[in-house]
């Protein structure tokens, strides 16, 4: 019978060599993305995910000088969609990064879609996540945007792992799972009809795991929310429901602070953290060797609707 081995013990002696296959796969994306496209932008929401995206486009596109800084300027914008209700650590991480290295920020705001009329919500409060699509698919039309490149990764949700990595949306900007166009040998179909235009995912094949991985091998900064931190929360239907403005305590719940870390960021609305103590990149590491449930599965309130929540909302034009 073989003695039982910790992942603090692996850690040292996993083979992360793979990591550089797939950054030559990112980039060799990314690269194919602007060059088959003429308006291109990067969709960063200042989670980990994006931030990787972010880290392969500055080596896909930059050149860094020897005190870590980037020479050249991207050959995109970066495009976030803000909810009004984005956690404000993120915002101002993601304010803070785009003014050091000078790069280009389109914002897409919920709220001005309330203002025209084309979101309406039922309660103030109400969660505004889905109704990200609505103001995505607006800002497209106005910038004339025809890929958007994301940190989309097929392991984190089912409906994600059916997408290919240049994925199509038609004219409406939905997204038709049962006529999506065959990726044989790396050859992708990158042609368009007026009106449609391209989603691109230069890390569908990573992990959670790979990209943390990467993350600490990298040393790329993220906010602050993904570091173990004392955070007020509230347990509801199994998560740690964070106390703000938008989500506060029910009648009769129990306000705890508890030490938590975020493996996912979005909405505050539907976004959950999980109990850890880890605040480095290596021991988040340990960690994700352990989960034996998603990050999507662990933090996410909307997701947990129904199994086909994520793909119906992909279908309406979604992330």
Known sequence: MNAPVTPHHLLPDIDWRHLDALEEEGIYLL???????????????????SC??????????????????WSGRLPLPLLHIDTGHNFPEVIAFRDELVQRHGDALIVGHVEDS???GTVRLADPLASRNAHQSVTLLETIEAHRFDVLIGGARRDEEKARAKERIFS???????????????ELWTLFNTRLQPGEHMRAFPISNWTELDVWAYIARERIALPTLYWAHERAVVRRQGL???????????????VETVRVRFRTVGDMTCTCPVESTADSAEAIVAETLRADVSERGAT???DRTSDAAMERRKREGYF
């Open 168 to 182: 199509h949306r038609d004219a409406f900007g939905q997204w038709q799972p049962k006529a999506q166009r065959p």
């Open 52 to 69: 990787v995206v972010l880290h392969l486009a500055r080596k896909a596109f930059q050149q860094r000088q020897t005190d870590g800084s």
């Open 300 to 302: 996410r309130v909307d």
């Open 240 to 254: 740690l429901v964070p106390v703000t403005p938008v989500t506060p305590p029910r009648a009769g719940e129990t």
């Open 31 to 49: 690269r194919e993305a602007v060059a088959a496209f003429e308006r291109p932008a990067l969709l960063f929401s200042g989670g980990k995910d």
């Open 114 to 116: 309330i203002r025209r």
